[in-house]
């Protein structure tokens, strides 16, 4: 039982820059010389924050990226994977969150897509429901393999993934997040598989950060952060505290701009929001000058919650109040025209045009201040465009330049300048430093200062520590959901403190 | 600061296919024009010109609803039978009720409009795909015009009616001028309006122009019910130019020319580019085409056959310079 | 069943038994022999077509092409045969172009990523130009007794045409639920990225659909160019609506993953009944075409109803 499955040495994988290579004489990577290993009959989980790596080292053993550093040994031998078909075929299986099948077809027909059973010349649905049977029997699933996988539960679908990746002879199994959709019943009937795959001798990576699940599931864990291997223990030796004291120790390199002043007057009021029905009530509150962040992993209902306030997903109950009033059901069009902003956290297809340049880009949310009688007048766009460029020192040849062509972080200026063209009085930026190089991050930091100072309230949502805690006057952090905890700016607010909220729900 | 970068003179092949790709209409015309005139005889010759110009008018007027729909990515396969609808209603209420000049336009425009609209609010609201909603209204309008006409064309028109389309000014009917003004009208709506630059926002993404404060349902909606009317419009005109009103006017093969015309002024089918002036030189483009085939002597239903050709030679070259994702 | 929901599809087989029953009971000599036969045999045009069309709106495409094909393919064929070529070669070369044009259809989807309806459309003008070119606009006709025998006569008592639907819903049922590429298709419409992880070639997927379609197109043609001994340049109008609104009818879902051929065969009878008995109430063609047009757009937004409400339901937490 002690056969080492997955030998995965000095993975490293750079960030890519906007010409499409790698950017490589930097300190900040996607992984750093990580190495990983999975011994047959145990379940290995893998731990660390968003960002921290994780992902692209699974999208590595998966075949679905290729590292630009490093070895990667398939029980003893050396492997350089193709694709995702070639590590299916090397034993490795890969189950993700959002599922892979034809909701439109039946469990067999999902699970012998390309690989149809034939007998004289003819496909062999038999044979296939025989099969699938069989196969789901060995994961004590009574399944008719008959049925419609759109009207299964996302229970029964992962179930049918797991038994399509052992209809394979896969050894390694991957699972990203598996129970985030789950209800306890069905978490107890996936480790209960996961159980007997271990006893068969496979190898299990569990991704998760459920740590009420660790000490039920899995065997060892191990930590990532920041694309490094910080450390792992074994499961016996399991304590939460250095978990999470190993997950948030990230170093600040930073020295996070504060010259704004928070004030009184009350700008932004969440009360009682119920995200889905069955969540419970938010309370949250931005005054003016102030910048709030929100924390908390990824589902965790962080983006929801903003794009809730922003009038563009609906709720299951409450009230939003924009300075006084209740906005409840305004459109995004109305909100912005009384001063709201939301910068949302996927900058290419959410917050800018691609197809159109500089000053388009950034007039659009504001295209009635610089036109006159419904006609845009160019000079004064011109002119707002210029001033934005040079203001959020944006590098490009000219306000004609199409945005597409910029990097992340002057792509997010864009976006940035876009908001501010309008005035706000309330900024929500949901991510506004994800995928931007370092310098135009202290940059925006210090924009994000600067506009806290001219008195418009924001409400940040980061998941990285640092940008968090260093630009925040108060945190409220999220998880599942709910609002678990609001924390005050000050000495006791710590890395670790936010990630055992996050990840715990408590300290 | 913005660095002032200096653009050398001397064009790179890049640069190059990237002008003649945000300008491939004019190209296209250019190259057209050129040839006709040096293969053609009496192609450049005065009254031929006029000819062309006379025939462009009316399918510019529908080319630039058209393109209007294009542009956020839709589609109006109804259009050809609004034109056909628009002509009986003219012509009914012209002649048979002899309503006053004006009352009969207003009236025959509203009619575009609101079918127009109706198509727009099944697309938007519906979700019914666009192809399918205006494929199947365009049946239904079809349907309409024939009951409305009870199968009989509409001959000899009131000289007042007439006088809309048929006036001569500066050697030229006044039809052209009228889609001289629309094509204006619109060239300042979608180039400098605050409007235009909103379809535009929607057509090459639709989410990013929502959550900007673009009003898309409203948007969406009223394209359609722009092109409606200009079908309508187109419509008007047509039966004034034939001096009969009858429903099998414009039909699919109109529709299917006016597409053509647009996509090959430059409006891409995946939305977000177009413009009124590219979609004018495309009408112009594919009547220099129809008017050589005429003059060579070769069969209109070639030219039917050939038009096919030349949108699929405008798509193919249209994914190369644009490039969308 | 790879797919459809059983309870469903014993409604819609039974959809053409109703309309036959109700509309025998309201419409005077509905129900002799002579006009159900007749009404089959002009189900069998857009029968033939909406199997080919079925698979088209399985992946999410739509073929336009149909009035084109119905006009040109025949006209290929009927050419050749005035022209003293042998019935059968005369047939191979209409079969064949109606073949070359659906597999250039697939040609532009798959490798210039041109919108169905448009590749379509476009290649159907094309063919409706070729057809007007090809005799000058005039229809032909008069063509040898064996062709026309394919249209109008029977075996064993069951007219031929109703015995060409019957094998083209035989085929298709037999492609789509007994071959590996029926579940392709399937697949294609379902999620495209499964089957390209599966290493499956979509584009090899969407040559086939549009190649038989336009192959569909051309059987069509030439049956109906046998029924009447003629080909007419334009003849293909009519049977585009209906060849979509059968498969529409018949449940085939236009979002794509979901359609059954002998629910868009069914559909065709639907079709062929409500025409036939619109006619004999003398009822104009056109306005049958309202009813139809709007029928189809009533019909796509109560699917897109209920799919949306299927989805709204199957939505996993936040």
């Known amino acids: ?507 | ?325 | 069943m790879p797919i459809a929901h059983p309870a469903r599809r014993a409604a819609l087989f039974l959809l053409p038994l109703a309309c036959f029953l109700v509309l025998g009971s309201l419409i005077p000599h509905f129900l002799d022999v002579s006009n159900l036969l007749n009404v089959v045999r002009q189900s069998s045009i857009i029968g033939i077509c909406a199997v080919g069309m079925t698979y088209v709106i399985i992946i999410k495409g739509i073929d336009l092409s149909l009035a084109g094909l119905l006009a040109f393919c025949p006209m290929v064929s009927g050419m050749l045969m005035l022209a003293g070529v042998g019935m059968v070669p005369s047939i191979a070369a209409g079969l064949a172009a109606g073949i070359v044009m659906g597999l250039f259809n697939g040609l532009m989807v798959a490798r210039l990523a041109v919108p169905a309806f448009i590749t379509t459309l476009v290649v159907g003008q094309i063919s409706q130009g070729l057809a007007l070119i090809v005799n000058g606009g005039r229809s032909i006709g008069a063509f040898p007794a064996r062709f026309v025998f394919i249209g109008n006569g029977s075996l064993l008592g069951v007219p031929l045409s109703d015995l060409l639907l019957i094998l083209f819903l035989a085929l298709g049922f037999f492609i789509q639920r007994k071959t590996a590429l029926g579940n392709h298709i399937n697949a294609l419409g379902g999620n495209e990225s499964v089957l390209r992880q599966e290493g499956i070639s979509a584009a090899k997927v969407q040559f086939f659909v549009f190649g038989f379609s336009g192959f569909c197109a051309a059987v069509s043609g030439l049956l109906l160019s046998a029924q009447m001994d003629t080909v007419h340049p334009t003849q293909g109008d009519a049977y585009q609506l209906d060849a979509i609104a059968a498969c529409i009818i018949g449940g085939v879902d236009l979002a794509g993953g979901k359609g059954s051929i002998p629910m868009a065969v069914a559909g065709a009878l639907v079709i062929g009944c409500l025409r036939n008995a619109l006619d004999l109430q003398g009822v104009h063609p056109f306005i049958q075409n309202i009813f139809i047009g709007s029928v189809i757009i009533v019909i796509v937004f109560l699917g897109g109803v209920v799919r949306r409400r299927n989805e709204l339901a199957t939505r996993g937490t936040l």
């Open chain 1, 1 to 507: 039982m002690n056969d080492t499955l997955i030998a995965m040495r000095g993975i490293t994988k750079f960030i890519y820059g906007g010409d499409g290579r790698p950017i490589r004489n930097t300190d900040v990577k996607i992984l750093d010389q990580v190495d990983f290993d999975l011994a047959a009959g145990e379940v290995h989980v893998l731990v660390g924050e968003n960002g921290a790596g994780k992902s692209t080292l699974m999208k590595i053993l998966g075949g679905i990226i290729p590292p630009d550093a490093g070895e990667l040994r398939i029980a003893g031998q050396r492997a350089e994977l193709q694709n995702a078909r070639d590590a299916r075929e090397k034993g490795i299986a890969f189950i993700h969150q959002e599922l892979n099948l034809c909701p439109n077809l039946d469990v067999a027909h999902n699970m012998f897509l390309g690989r149809e059973p034939r007998r004289r010349g003819v496909k062999d649905a038999a044979a296939m429901y025989a099969k699938s049977s069989a196969l789901l029997q060995a994961l004590s699933c009574d399944l008719d393999p008959r049925t419609q996988v759109a009207r299964l539960s996302t229970a029964q679908q992962q179930i049918v993934e797991i038994a399509k990746a052992m209809s394979f002879q896969s050894r390694v199994v991957i699972m990203d997040e598996p129970t985030a959709s789950l209800t306890k019943r069905e978490i107890d009937v996936l480790f209960g598989l996961i159980r007997r795959m271990r006893a068969d001798g496979m190898g299990i990576i569990y991704i998760s950060h459920r740590f009420e699940e660790f000490l039920e599931v899995g065997d060892r864990l191990s930590v990532l952060r920041d694309g490094r291997s910080v450390g792992g223990m074994r499961m016996s030796e399991f304590d939460p505290g250095t978990v999470i004291h190993m997950m948030a120790g990230h170093a600040i390199d930073e020295m996070y701009p504060r010259t704004h002043r928070v004030q009184e007057e009350r700008v932004l009021e969440v009360k009682g929001l119920r995200l889905t029905p069955r969540t419970p009530p938010i309370d949250l509150a931005v005054n003016r000058g102030e910048v709030v962040g929100l924390g908390g992993l990824v589902g965790s209902g962080r983006t929801e919650l903003a794009k809730s306030i922003f009038g563009v997903r609906a709720f299951a109950g409450g009230e939003v109040r924009y300075l006084g009033r209740k906005t409840t059901a305004w459109s995004p069009g109305r909100l912005i025209a009384a001063g709201m902003a939301y910068l949302s956290e996927d900058r290419k297809t959410e917050g800018l045009v691609l197809g159109m340049n500089i000053r388009e880009n950034t007039s659009l949310a504001s295209l009635a201040s610089v036109a006159t009688l419904g006609l845009i007048s160019r000079p004064r766009e011109l002119a707002q465009a210029a001033g934005l460029i040079d203001q959020l020192s944006i590098v490009a040849q000219s306000a004609e330049q199409p945005v597409a062509t910029l990097s992340g972080g002057n792509q997010q200026k864009c976006v940035l300048g876009k908001w501010l063209s309008t005035s706000p009085r309330l900024l929500i930026l949901d991510e506004p430093t994800r995928g931007i190089d370092v310098g135009a991050k202290a940059q925006i930091h210090k924009l994000i200062d600067q506009i806290a100072g001219t008195g418009v309230a924001i409400l940040m949502i980061s998941s990285e520590l640092p940008e968090l805690i260093g630009m925040s006057d108060r945190i409220y952090i999220m998880r599942a959901g709910a609002v678990v905890a609001e924390l005050p700016a000050g000495p006791g607010l710590t890395q670790e403190k936010v990630v055992a909220y996050s990840c715990l729900g408590e300290t």
């Open chain 2, 1 to 325: 600061m913005t660095r002032e970068v200096k653009r050398p003179l001397g064009l790179t092949p890049g640069a190059l296919i990237g002008l003649m790709g945000r300008h491939v209409s004019f190209f296209i015309f250019a190259f057209l024009a050129i040839i006709a005139t040096l293969c053609v005889r009496n192609f450049a010759a005065r009254d031929n010109i006029v000819i062309i110009l006379k025939q462009s008018a009316i399918p510019a007027v529908a080319c630039i609803g058209m393109t209007m729909v294009l542009m956020t990515g839709g589609i109006d396969l109804s259009l050809g039978y609004i034109v056909g609808l628009a002509s009986i209603i003219s012509g009914i209420l012209a002649k048979t009720l002899l309503l006053p000049v004006p009352e009969v336009v207003l009236a025959v425009l509203l009619a575009g409009a609101l079918i127009g609209l109706a198509n727009g609010l099944i697309t938007q609201y519906l979700r019914v795909p666009a192809f399918i909603a205006t494929l199947g209204s365009g049946y239904v309008i079809y349907g309409l015009a024939q009951i409305v006409s009870q199968g009989s064309i509409i001959n000899r028109l009131p000289a007042g009616f007439l006088a809309i389309g048929r006036t001569d000014l500066f050697g030229l009917p006044s039809a052209v001028f009228v889609a001289a003004g629309v094509a204006l009208g619109f060239h300042i709506l979608i180039s400098r309006a605050i409007f235009g630059r909103q379809l535009r926002a929607f057509g090459f993404g639709p989410k990013a122009a929502a959550l900007s404060g673009v009003p898309t349902a409203r948007i969406n909606v009223t394209v359609y019910a722009i092109s409606g009317t200009l079908a309508a419009l187109a419509g008007l005109l047509f039966t004034i130019r034939v001096n009969a009103a009858q429903p099998n006017m414009g039909g699919g093969v109109f529709t299917f020319e006016v597409v053509t015309a647009a996509i090959v002024g430059g409006t891409s089918l995946f939305g977000g580019v177009g413009s009124v002036a590219g979609s004018i030189l495309g009408v112009l483009s594919i009547k220099i085409i129809e008017n050589c085939i005429n003059l060579l002597g070769v069969s209109y239903h070639l030219y039917l056959a050939v038009q096919g050709a030349i949108i699929l030679l405008a798509i193919i070259v249209g994914n190369m310079t644009n490039r969308r994702a």
